[in-house]
């Protein structure tokens, strides 16, 4: 044991545990689930790590698997980055598994021993677990990280869900006992998490909470509530750039600053409006102790947008002291430490997936936890800037009085579909008892007045837990009622296609209700209409938008002018655009409606629907004379040029000499040779996959 601790000890580059990690000490080296609450910065990471060795150390430990389960790709990124350094030395080896993870690396995935994912793709990849039936059953740990995050409402209902999946595959298996550890920020009910991960004899998960006195650099918190004067959130954002200067000035004690901005032009603006007024500001009244004129120079902004050696610069500068405010996007949130004093978030809304919305707990807590950090300082300021409507609420979440609560019930019929068609459910009474192992069932215990069913009768909303949840699965069978009718052998069909493309369920209704033989035309107008696309909204861009309508690459014209969201998606759709939710999703969801269209045997309407998925893939219709720009080495230029020398497809393409497609491209050999190769793998790819 001597030797396996001097082995575990170069894991960690600290001579000590800290107070969190010594008192938790015992309990992670315990066979029990376990879940722990503690202040940002207060060492949570390295509890995770030791139930990892404590795994190692056990019988044939170092061929057990380990999921750990983070909310962001970002945190996953930084994880992986980090576990694979520490944890190579013991032999361990550990793969990501993200959005950008292709899932045709099923083998690599088999093989590591600590797989790193986001809820969302674990989910997708466990609905197929059949596929990894070896990782399933060595899988011993279970991370969750940021646990906190059930609150939110996709994730936090995935997050339930997974859970739940892996406890049931687990049984299926006949495996050993599956051990869960997760790790939450401080809540006030973090005890129904514990209740929630109970073991399989039903008995709670260890719990240890740790309150802010534990943390190593202390925190000073203030939301300041500002008056918002017309405009959405973008114009109020741009408002506070002129009171940033008050709250460094005020805040900062000359020490360095990170302002946290919604978006990349907003960071931009930031440090040029702070810059300007640095150089109007006299030195005397500056709250940095250089010369005015050079404090013009020490301000920079820092985003996702920027080259990776110009990230790198800034922050190596604001390390060394040669820059006293950063502007930021979420991209230094998590990952590197800097020595910031003073974190200031400049608004509380962002702008993702097409709408504005509130950040979440999660994400405030990873951007004020950037303040003060041990390495660096021995105090820190957060100062959350947002409207006085908001001030309460985000009160709340810096002091760790939100209540968590689940929102499964808000995402049920797509969750519960999932299960059948996986066959964890087979009747009614196997999904009350699917409900009774999730987070909804301990929290609508406890706060029954949160969940009150939509579409139901008011005397439901009396009911107790127990008839609740028996309320919301009454409800999913009502709203589901319509493919219910269809024949038994179809109903198998849709739900799996509702299943194997993560779609929703009023998606998938509407594919099933469209008429027989659709046009392409209208095949478009459907999709355009698709649930998944819901939160898309105008937003200054009507008239850029029907400018694009009389495009004449636009296929479908919109007759009038685009007055909706899904005549929006509709126009996108058709040019390829670059909108990055609806090219996210509108392959996902075209796939999905060919699946319902094969079941349905509606021949005309597939072959429509799979001209339309192929399009969206390609960004360019089948018919369009710039198809080749789809080719990577070919944008759209060249793809016009070699157009007007009468090669518009990738047959035509594959035909001509290699020096013909030169001289058109205005290139150099061998630019012809090359075109040709990836001509080749891209026009085999279909028949290979």
């Given at each position: ?5 001097d ?9 000590a545990?800290n ?6 000490f ?5 066979h ?22 404590r795994?190692?150390?056990r ?8 999921v ?5 790709k ?15 030395s013991?032999g ?6 993200t ?5 045709r ?9 600590i797989l ?12 197929r677990w ?6 399933m ?20 209902a ?20 599956l ?5 939450s ?6 005890a129904?998490v ?31 509530g ?6 959405n959130?973008?114009?109020?954002e ?8 008050d ?23 930031a ?8 150089k ?9 102790d ?7 120079q ?12 110009d990230?790198?610069?800034v ?29 200031i ?7 993702v997936n ?18 003060g ?18 001030r ?10 939100e ?9 049920l ?9 996986l ?6 009474q196997q999904a ?5 192992s ?33 309320g ?11 493919v219910?009718?269809m ?15 993560y779609c ?10 469209i008429e027989?033989?659709a046009s ?27 400018v ?18 899904d ?5 996108m ?15 996902r969801?075209?796939?999905?409606m060919?699946?319902v269209?094969i079941?349905r ?19 360019t ?6 198809q ?13 040029n ?8 990738f ?22 040779n ?8 891209r ?7």
């Amino acid at each position: 044991m001597a030797i396996q601790a001097d082995r575990y000890r170069a894991i960690f580059s600290f001579p000590a545990f800290n107070a969190v990690q010594s008192e938790c000490f015992d309990l992670i080296y315990s066979h029990s689930n376990v879940v722990i609450s503690a202040p940002t910065g207060a060492g949570k990471t390295v509890l995770m790590e030791l139930a990892i060795l404590r795994l190692l150390g056990r019988p044939r430990g170092d061929q057990s698997k380990v999921v750990y389960v983070a909310p962001t790709k970002a945190l996953c990124s930084e994880r992986v980055r980090d576990w694979q350094h520490k944890f190579s030395s013991l032999g361990l080896t550990c793969q990501e598994l993200t959005g950008d993870t292709d899932l045709r690396q099923t083998t690599e995935i088999q093989r590591c021993n600590i797989l790193v994912t986001t809820p969302e793709k674990w989910d997708t990849t466990t609905r197929r677990w059949h596929d990894l039936r070896h990782f399933m059953n060595m899988l011993r740990l279970v991370l969750l990280d940021e646990v906190h995050m059930l609150k939110e409402e996709s994730r936090g209902a995935t997050l339930e869900v997974i859970v739940s999946r892996m406890k049931t595959i687990h049984h299926e298996l006949g495996a050993n006992a599956l051990r869960i550890v997760a790790i939450s920020a401080t809540v006030p009910n973090i005890a129904d998490v514990a209740e929630w991960l109970c073991n399989a004899r039903g008995e709670p998960a260890a719990l240890q909470v740790f309150g802010e006195a534990y943390r190593p650099v202390k925190l000073v918190k203030e939301v300041l509530g500002y008056h918002v004067s017309g405009g959405n959130s973008f114009v109020f954002e741009r408002s506070l750039d002129s009171k940033l200067m008050d709250v460094i000035c005020r805040y900062s004690s000359g020490k360095p600053v990170l302002v946290f901005c919604s978006t990349r032009k907003s960071a931009m603006e930031a440090a040029e409006h702070l810059a300007a007024q640095f150089k109007a500001t006299p030195s005397t009244q500056n709250p940095f102790d250089r010369l005015a004129e050079v404090l013009a120079q020490r301000v920079g902004f820092h985003h996702g947008g920027l080259a990776f050696d110009d990230r790198q610069k800034v922050e190596s500068l604001f390390i060394g002291g040669a820059i006293s405010v950063i502007c930021t996007t979420s991209t230094l949130a998590v990952g590197v430490n800097l020595p910031a004093r003073l974190v200031i978030v400049k608004g509380t809304m962002q702008y993702v997936n097409g709408r504005f919305s509130e950040y979440t707990k999660m994400d405030i807590e990873q951007m004020i936890g950037r303040a003060g950090r041990p390495q660096f300082d021995d105090s820190g300021v957060a100062v959350i800037m947002t409207s006085i409507d908001c001030r309460q609420r985000l009160m709340d979440i810096v002091s760790g009085q939100e209540t968590i609560e689940s929102s499964l019930h808000e995402n049920l019929i797509e969750h519960l579909n999932a299960e059948v068609v996986l066959g964890s459910i087979r009747n009614p009474q196997q999904a009350l008892e699917w409900l009774k192992s999730t987070f909804l069932h301990v929290r609508i215990q406890k706060n029954p007045s949160h969940y009150r069913l939509k579409d139901c009768a008011a005397d439901t909303g009396r009911l107790s837990a127990e008839n609740r949840l028996e309320g919301l699965l009454h409800r999913e069978q009502m709203c589901s009622e319509p493919v219910m009718l269809m024949a038994c052998r179809q109903r198998t069909d849709f739900a799996k296609a509702m299943a194997k493309y993560y779609c929703k369920f009023e998606t998938v209704l509407s594919f099933v209700h469209i008429e027989r033989a659709a046009s392409l035309e209208r095949i478009l107008e459907v999709l355009s209409q698709a649930k998944e696309f819901s939160t898309i909204r105008f937003h200054s861009d009507k008239a850029h938008l029907n400018v694009l309508n009389k495009h004449p690459d636009i296929r479908f014209r919109i007759q009038g002018r685009i007055a909706t969201p899904d005549q929006k998606q509709k126009s996108m759709h058709a040019m390829g655009g670059e909108t990055a939710t609806i090219l996210q999703n509108a392959s996902r969801v075209a796939r999905c409606m060919c699946d319902v269209l094969i079941a349905r045997r509606d021949h005309t309407a597939l072959k429509n629907a799979i001209v339309l998925s192929q399009s969206i893939q390609a960004r360019t219709w089948d018919s369009s004379r710039l198809q080749l720009k789809q080719l990577d080495g070919l944008g759209p230029q060249l793809s016009r040029n070699l157009a007007h020398g009468g090669i518009t497809t990738f047959a035509q393409l594959l035909d001509a000499g290699p020096r013909r497609i030169e001289m058109l491209a205005g290139r150099n050999p061998p630019f012809g040779n090359k075109v040709q190769s990836i001509a080749l793998w891209r026009d085999a790819e279909p028949f290979m996959q």
